[in-house]
């Protein structure tokens, strides 16, 4: 399992995330972050660091969130 | 680095000492290094191993969470980072020599004391809190219980957070899983004997308001030896929370043959523990029924746990008094029991913020933390006496020999390491590369520490 980001990263790109990554696998993709799959340990502690709400774990996706954060994880070479 | 008694250091940033080696404390050390290069950081430890809730909090089966150790461990190799492990803040060193010798002093100590609520019948043998039965199966050296899982199938665990789910989990897991895990080889001969097949855990809250974490949740849906059922529960249209809605989802799962099962109950409190000399049963009651009206629901257990929540305990000095389960500060700075700021005196982590969040948590509050701490010095730096550590201790040199040999117990078992229970032990791969070759009974399964854990 893995977090993502969400779309209301988007021209956001707050960044508190990355602060508090303990493994930091989360990069920079231009307009917003992307959550390195293969690198996350899924400890959570970026959820609630994020001031938009945009990081989600794979079991919260929802039909409406997850094609963003599908697409945008895939952009991120794993 | 050798410590040299007496002499001034010739360092020329702060000389600071971090009192435990967590995350909360390695991450303190990170900042430090990074936004003053020059400073000297002096890491002690009550324990002769690093890591702290790392190494005996994280679950033994989330290996993922425990690779965060790759970076710790880069932390504390810094060269300007010198690890004294084994030595007791308050104890073998008192906070006011600390005081004397460092610039500033971090406490990073955590939260290692189980809250309990008075229950009636908490005082029976099978009775424990949470910190009892992690420090068993995690293999601290300071282990004083280890629980009878032999005299019951069930368990009660109470509390609706993570390390209550923790718990569950780990009563839950079959030998053959642990034994892929770091537990102590004591713990897989008790788990191995283990009657318990069904933990019921008990939280007060309802569905959506579990404190357990999605990722922690997350761990019981990996499992497909574990059946999820639900009770006490509200209307499935009130789940307000991705929690709420995955272990619904869970409890939907038919799991008919799962060897495992987890009972989930919500909304209900433990209102008496019943037994003779030995816990055989819980009594629970509906916070929805605050007279206590409603037919009274009796799960038969051998064993219960009060998973809580945690308190942190300072180390001893006339000043510091916990409050609210932490250390009282402003943004890290210490303040005494009159609430006034003690000089040179900073706390960081749980032993700052109380018992809650995530390892990564600690890296924002110790960039806090060290905030303050650089803001508040005294310039330019009065020279400082090197320290003089009162007996042996495990130097980082030391907890490398300790690594590398419980690695290599892991080879036999498919595991990453084996943990060494015994602070006996534990000194003696750190200090004695003689003793490095197989030290005790190693292939034995009873294990050589049986007798030194009281029973």
């Given at each position: 399992m893995a977090h993502y980001v969400t779309s209301p990263c988007v021209d956001v790109k707050d960044q508190s995330c990355m602060q508090v990554c303990p493994v930091e696998c989360i990069y920079d993709l231009g307009r917003n972050a992307v959550i390195a799959r293969d690198e996350c340990i899924d400890c959570g502690a970026c959820v609630p660091a994020c001031p938009v709400d945009a990081i989600v774990h794979e079991l919260a996706l929802t039909p409406l969130t997850r094609p963003f954060a599908e697409a945008n994880a895939a952009r991120w070479p794993s | 680095m050798s410590v040299r008694p007496g002499a001034d250091d010739p360092r020329p940033g702060p000389r600071v000492a971090v009192v435990g080696s967590g995350p909360a404390g390695c991450y303190v050390c990170h900042h430090l290094l990074r936004r003053a290069p020059g400073s000297a950081v002096d890491v002690y430890d009550a324990l002769p191993t690093p890591f702290g809730l790392l190494r005996y909090g994280v679950a033994p089966d989330n290996p993922a969470m425990k690779s965060v150790g790759t970076s710790l461990e880069r932390i504390l190799g810094d060269e300007r980072v010198r690890f004294f492990g084994d030595v007791r803040i308050g104890i073998d060193v008192t906070l006011d020599d600390l005081l004397s010798r460092y610039h500033a002093v971090v406490l990073a100590t955590g939260a290692e004391?189980?809250?309990?609520?008075?229950?009636r019948g908490d005082e029976l043998a099978g009775s424990h809190g949470a910190a009892e039965v992690v420090r068993w199966y995690q293999?601290?050296?300071?282990?004083?219980?280890?629980?009878?899982l032999r005299r019951h199938t069930?368990?009660?665990?109470?509390?609706?957070?993570?390390?209550?789910?923790d718990i569950s989990r780990i009563l839950l897991t079959s030998p053959e899983h642990l034994s892929r895990t770091?537990?102590?080889?004591?713990?897989?001969?008790?788990m191995r004997r283990s009657r318990i097949?069904?933990?019921?855990?008990?939280?007060?809250?309802?569905?959506?308001?579990?404190?357990?974490?999605?990722?922690?949740?997350a761990h019981l849906a990996d499992r497909p030896d574990l059946a999820v059922t639900l009770h006490g529960d509200q209307d499935s249209r009130d789940d307000a929370t991705p929690v709420a809605s995955v272990v619904r989802d869970l409890s939907r799962r038919a799991r008919p043959h799962a060897p495992y099962h987890l009972a989930i109950h919500v909304n209900q409190v433990v209102r008496a523990i019943r037994g003779h000399h030995a816990v055989q049963a819980v009594e629970l009651a509906s916070t929805m029924d605050p007279d206590n009206a409603g037919p009274v629901v009796e799960l038969a257990a051998g064993l219960v746990v009060q998973a809580i929540g945690h308190v942190a305990e300072p180390p001893a000095d006339d000043r510091l008094r916990s409050r609210d389960g932490r250390i009282p500060n402003v943004q890290g700075q210490v303040l005494d029991t009159a609430g006034a700021p003690i000089p040179g005196?900073?706390?960081?982590?749980?032993?700052?913020?109380?018992?809650?969040?995530?390892?990564?948590?600690?890296?924002?509050?110790?960039?806090?933390?060290?905030?303050?701490?650089?803001?508040r010095l005294d310039q330019p730096l009065a020279p400082r006496r090197e320290v003089d550590p009162p007996k042996p201790y495990v130097d980082w040199a030391g907890w490398r020999r300790i690594d590398r040999y419980e690695i290599r117990q892991g080879v036999r078992r498919e595991a990453p390491r084996v943990k060494q229970r015994s602070r006996q032990q534990l000194r003696a791969l750190a200090g004695n590369t003689d003793d490095l070759s197989e030290p005790q009974s190693t292939t034995d399964m009873r294990s050589p520490h049986d007798h030194s854990i009281r029973a």
């Open positions: - | 004391t189980s809250r309990r609520q008075p229950i293999g601290h050296p300071d282990s004083a219980v280890r629980p009878d069930a368990a009660v665990v109470i509390g609706g957070g993570n390390v209550s789910v770091d537990v102590p080889d004591d713990v897989l001969h008790d097949r069904r933990v019921h855990l008990v939280a007060r809250s309802d569905l959506s308001h579990l404190r357990a974490t999605l990722p922690e949740i005196l900073f706390v960081a982590g749980w032993a700052k913020r109380g018992a809650t969040g995530v390892i990564g948590t600690n890296l924002r509050c110790a960039a806090e933390t060290v905030a303050t701490l650089l803001d």
